[in-house]
């Protein structure tokens, strides 16, 4: 503590922003990656150019 009482407070501030950017960002890469593999695998993401009709590729075990 050598900024003193008021330095501790602006560090403690200062950390709690900086884990919640750093955790913010991987939060939102874990969830892009998970989203994109919901839609590829699961949700219909094909669409008929002639009627507008969507659907899913069928899986095959």
């Excluded at 874990?30 to 219909?44: F, R, T, Y």
């Amino acid at each position: 503590m050598v900024a003193g009482p008021v330095g501790s407070i602006f560090g403690g501030l200062a950390g709690a922003l900086m884990g919640a950017l750093f955790g913010g960002a991987a939060g939102c890469a874990a969830g892009s990656a998970v989203g994109e593999q919901i839609d590829n695998h699961v949700l219909d993401n094909y669409d008929c150019m002639a009627c507008g009709h969507t659907f899913g590729k069928q899986h095959t075990s």
